[in-house]
């Protein structure tokens, strides 16, 4: 998928001519990335700004961990499907495993609403308690709760105001990006 990625920042100079071409080469790699990271295919209305926040997106500095995260789940919802708990919150196909691994845990029965998950995800899901997989391997246990942490700290970028937003990429150290707010709130995700 960073193949991809590339292959499609190669055609950026290009997309002007491209983009009204919904049949050729360049736009069915977008669109098929799109779907890759956003669980969606470009929209092929005229005027749409998706392919402009695409380009976005994928310049970003972190766009290759997170797709080499994605690539890496186990734990995969079936498209366009949410999961609301008071538990555990909002779950979706960009949920953690480890998130998914705490719902599934205390609720089983939600595995029917995953596309994927690991041959044996029962056993996982029952190893996992309290944030930390039960393992002697203390690399794994540090990197759980590594990761646990950074989503309790995280900030709630859904519910900021474009100024508040382009603060926050700005205290990122990086270049803020043109776009309109759906854009800028999918690049502030990626940081």
């Known amino acids: 998928m960073i193949d991809l990625k590339n292959k499609v920042l190669s055609f950026e100079s290009t997309k002007d001519i491209w ?10 790699e977008a669109s098929k990335l799109n779907l890759f ?12 700004e998706c392919l402009e926040d695409l380009f976005i997106l994928i310049k970003s500095k972190n766009i ?14 079936k498209p ?13 196909e960009g949920s953690s495993d480890e998130v998914c691994m705490r719902l599934l845990n205390a609720y089983p029965v939600n595995s029917k609403h995953f596309k994927s998950l690991p041959e044996n995800w029962e056993q996982k ?8 997989i039960k ?8 990197e759980n ?7 309790n700290d995280s900030v709630d970028l859904d519910s900021m105001k474009l100024s508040e937003l382009k603060k926050y990429i700005a205290s990122k150290e990086v270049a803020i990006p043109e776009g309109n707010k759906a854009a800028l709130l999918e690049f502030a995700k990626t940081l």
């Open 80 to 92: 366009k499907k949410v999961l609301q708990t008071s538990m555990f919150g909002v779950i979706t």
């Open 64 to 77: 290759n961990e997170k797709i080499k995260l994605k690539m890496s789940k186990e734990f995969i919802l």
């Open 19 to 28: 983009r009204k071409d919904h049949n050729s080469n360049e736009w069915k």
């Open 145 to 151: 709760i590594e990761t646990l942490e950074a989503e």
């Open 125 to 132: 899901c029952s190893e996992f308690v309290d944030g930390k």
């Open 37 to 48: 990271l956003f669980g969606i295919h470009l929209n092929n209305k005229p005027k749409c």
């Open 135 to 142: 393992k002697s391997e203390k690399k794994q246990e540090n």
